[in-house]
């Protein structure tokens, strides 16, 4: 029988596998399933905490952090965390930034003092930097330098990676231009599919070489490993000339593909190491089979098997199941390509083989995947956007009144009225309020207005009597159809019940959006707003587990 300590350390091998190939969500939830059997382990705890954060949740893994015992472990990256995550918030550009350069700065040399740890020093020089003081990050990357030399590169590939990208680093924050071309090309044929760790390097590196702007054209050569998208031959780019054979390509660490493709296809990429990721447009039965895929209820819209992971879009019998996973996955491959600053390529099988082209273009893949609708023109996809207000049941009769005539009119219908052009349908009952828009970009929009308008609105009231509302938005197909109730034209469908049934595990003054919606929004080209994933949720009644993710 299989030890306690045996099966611990494969469930964090394997979330490790999925966290170096930039499968950050799978990655979470297998360590989070894992530290619910193992809830003492700091190395779970760490890559849960780590994976939360590679999801743009850093705030969440903040709290996460401090709620635990890391700090305690003599262990250099546990330690380190925190410190790691105080960098991220303030490379999120935040209004205090600067302060919380400094903050993070002296945390990793906190560190790096209890450890003697290179890592954290070096990162200590390179926040420094970053915050003004030239002399301090020169002095500890001198340091970091004169330890990390040319003569004691690790054997192992992963340690000898980190080796190197910490030479680079250093030789960056000192604008040692000679160093840091060394230290890239010893850097670049190691670790190719770990996608995590070179577009952070990546990243930071780019954050640096805008106050040592010599040194930009050297940091762009540093490899990051494309993200894919893999096309059937519906959607497949007509001329596949320029296409190379996947064996003399840059390998995808991550790939998206639709469910409805062969088994044995996505056998053949995994063969070649590439992570994927299966679009499904409803919970598939035999995943329930698998071993390794935790199926607790066929509404259940997420999970692994032993060579890939997979989501499900609840979709229903009438959509049009392959376009809209084929649309999904576009969207959600070119995102996380955009949030890895990494490249973007297309996969696609032609006369027996498997090609990579790099130069593909989205908008006529997209183009092509559209047109493969079959639905009639009435059922089009939507934004939906669902919000209530907090503890509404609970009022009095004098804050249901100013509900009724000072926040909603403010708030609710004063951002609609703004977006009105954009939107099919709006409504309200009781707290809730409904509405339909044409695109995912013009419901966002009205969310985080909404919000930002209920904010400002609280300031004036007291404490005990402001209102909040928690809003969910989603995006698919739905009927256009006639309520004979209201008798007027109405709009009706499974996936607005879908939609609705996330608002009451939304937080109160934040908004919680599908994967279906944030795909939309990568389509869409709409860069000022931000999805951060949330974890995988089970929604009211009964519904199924999804996974959430944040809107900013």
Same mark, same amino acid.
């Given at each position: 029988?299989?030890?306690?300590?045996?099966?611990?350390?494969?469930?964090?091998?394997?979330?490790?596998?999925?966290?170096?190939?930039?499968?950050?969500?799978?990655?979470?939830?297998?360590?989070?399933?894992?530290?619910?059997?193992?809830?003492?382990?700091?190395?779970?705890?760490?890559?849960?905490?780590?994976?939360?954060?590679?999801?743009?949740?850093?705030?969440?893994?903040?709290?996460?952090?401090?709620?635990?015992?890391?700090?305690?472990?003599?262990?250099?990256?546990?330690?380190?965390?925190?410190?790691?995550?105080?960098?991220?918030?303030?490379?999120?550009?935040?209004?205090?930034?600067?302060?919380?350069?400094?903050?993070?700065?002296?945390?990793?040399?906190?560190?790096?003092?209890?450890?003697?740890?290179?890592?954290?020093?070096?990162?200590?020089?390179?926040?420094?930097?970053?915050?003004?003081?030239?002399?301090?990050?020169?002095?500890?990357?001198?340091?970091?330098?004169?330890?990390?030399?040319?003569?004691?590169?690790?054997?192992?590939?992963?340690?000898?990676?980190?080796?190197?990208?910490?030479?680079?680093?250093?030789?960056?924050?000192?604008?040692?231009?000679?160093?840091?071309?060394?230290?890239?090309?010893?850097?670049?044929?190691?670790?190719?599919?770990?996608?995590?760790?070179?577009?952070?390097?990546?990243?930071?590196?780019?954050?640096?070489?805008?106050?040592?702007?010599?040194?930009?054209?050297?940091? @762009?050569?540093?490899? /990051?490993?494309?993200?894919?998208?893999? %096309? #059937?031959?519906?959607?497949?780019? *007509? +001329?596949?000339? =320029? &296409?190379?054979?996947?064996?003399?390509?840059?390998?995808?660490?991550?790939?998206?593909?639709?469910?409805?493709?062969?088994?044995?296809?996505?056998?053949?990429?995994?063969?070649?190491?590439?992570?994927?990721?299966?679009?499904?447009?409803?919970?598939?039965?035999?995943?329930?089979?698998?071993?390794?895929?935790?199926?607790?209820?066929?509404?259940?819209?997420?999970?692994?098997?032993?060579?890939?992971?997979?989501?499900?879009?609840?979709?229903?019998?009438? @959509?049009?199941?392959? /376009?809209?996973?084929?649309?999904?996955? %576009? #969207?959600?491959?070119?995102?996380? *390509? +955009?949030?890895? =600053? &990494?490249?973007?390529?297309?996969?696609?099988?032609?006369?027996?083989?498997?090609?990579?082209?790099?130069?593909?273009?989205?908008?006529?893949?997209?183009?092509?995947?559209?047109?493969?609708?079959?639905?009639?023109?009435?059922?089009?996809?939507?934004?939906?956007?669902?919000?209530?207000?907090?503890?509404?049941?609970?009022?009095?009769?004098?804050?249901?009144?100013?509900?009724?005539?000072?926040?909603?009119?403010?708030?609710?219908?004063?951002?609609?009225?703004?977006?009105?052009?954009?939107?099919?349908?709006?409504?309200?009952? #009781?707290?809730?309020?409904?509405?339909?828009?044409?695109?995912?970009?013009?419901?966002?929009?009205?969310?985080?207005?909404?919000?930002?308008?209920?904010?400002?609105?609280?300031?004036?009231?007291?404490?005990?009597?402001?209102?909040?509302?928690?809003?969910?938005?989603?995006?698919?197909?739905?009927?256009?159809?006639?309520?004979?109730?209201?008798?007027?034209?109405?709009?009706?469908?499974?996936?607005?019940?879908?939609?609705?049934?996330?608002?009451?595990?939304?937080?109160?003054?934040?908004?919680?959006?599908?994967?279906?919606?944030?795909?939309?929004?990568?389509?869409?080209?709409?860069?000022?707003?931000?999805?951060?994933?949330?974890?995988?949720?089970?929604?009211?009644?009964?519904?199924?587990?999804?996974?959430?993710?944040?809107?900013?």
């Amino acid at each position: 029988m299989m030890q306690s300590s045996d099966g611990e350390k494969i469930a964090l091998a394997a979330a490790w596998r999925l966290q170096r190939t930039g499968n950050f969500v799978a990655a979470f939830d297998r360590a989070q399933d894992a530290l619910h059997r193992w809830p003492n382990s700091h190395a779970l705890e760490h890559l849960s905490i780590l994976a939360l954060a590679s999801c743009g949740a850093t705030e969440a893994a903040l709290d996460a952090f401090r709620a635990s015992s890391l700090s305690a472990n003599s262990n250099e990256d546990f330690q380190a965390l925190e410190a790691r995550l105080l960098k991220d918030l303030a490379f999120n550009g935040r209004a205090n930034s600067e302060a919380m350069l400094v903050e993070a700065a002296a945390a990793y040399e906190r560190v790096s003092q209890r450890t003697d740890g290179t890592y954290s020093l070096q990162n200590a020089a390179l926040l420094w930097l970053l915050a003004g003081d030239a002399e301090r990050a020169t002095r500890l990357a001198r340091s970091v330098a004169s330890r990390v030399t040319e003569f004691n590169v690790p054997r192992d590939e992963e340690a000898a990676y980190f080796h190197w990208a910490t030479q680079a680093e250093a030789a960056l924050v000192l604008g040692d231009q000679a160093l840091l071309k060394r230290a890239v090309a010893a850097a670049n044929p190691l670790c190719r599919q770990n996608s995590w760790a070179r577009s952070r390097t990546f990243l930071q590196m780019r954050r640096l070489s805008a106050v040592r702007a010599d040194c930009a054209d050297i940091v @762009d050569g540093w490899y /990051r490993p494309p993200v894919g998208l893999v %096309l #059937g031959g519906d959607s497949a780019p *007509a +001329d596949l000339k =320029s &296409a190379a054979g996947i064996e003399g390509s840059d390998m995808p660490a991550l790939a998206y593909c639709i469910g409805s493709g062969r088994e044995s296809e996505r056998d053949e990429l995994a063969a070649h190491g590439i992570q994927l990721h299966v679009i499904y447009p409803d919970t598939p039965a035999d995943k329930s089979k698998s071993a390794s895929a935790e199926i607790g209820s066929r509404r259940d819209a997420s999970g692994h098997c032993d060579t890939y992971t997979w989501s499900s879009l609840l979709l229903d019998e009438f @959509d049009d199941r392959d /376009r809209v996973c084929a649309e999904t996955a %576009l #969207g959600l491959s070119l995102g996380h *390509a +955009d949030a890895l =600053s &990494a490249p973007w390529v297309v996969l696609a099988r032609s006369n027996g083989r498997w090609l990579s082209l790099d130069d593909a273009d989205p908008r006529l893949i997209r183009a092509a995947i559209t047109s493969q609708r079959t639905l009639p023109e009435d059922r089009s996809r939507y934004g939906f956007l669902f919000a209530d207000a907090v503890s509404y049941s609970s009022l009095n009769a004098t804050d249901t009144r100013r509900y009724w005539t000072n926040l909603l009119p403010r708030t609710g219908a004063a951002v609609l009225r703004r977006h009105s052009e954009a939107i099919v349908l709006r409504k309200t009952w #009781g707290d809730a309020v409904h509405a339909v828009f044409r695109t995912a970009t013009a419901a966002a929009a009205a969310a985080l207005e909404i919000q930002a308008a209920t904010a400002q609105l609280a300031e004036e009231l007291e404490r005990d009597r402001r209102l909040t509302f928690r809003i969910a938005v989603h995006y698919g197909p739905a009927d256009h159809g006639y309520d004979p109730v209201e008798e007027t034209p109405s709009i009706f469908g499974p996936q607005l019940s879908f939609a609705a049934r996330i608002v009451p595990v939304a937080p109160p003054g934040g908004v919680f959006v599908t994967e279906p919606f944030a795909a939309q929004l990568s389509l869409e080209e709409a860069n000022t707003m931000h999805c951060s994933y949330v974890g995988t949720t089970s929604l009211a009644k009964s519904y199924g587990r999804v996974r959430l993710l944040t809107l900013t």
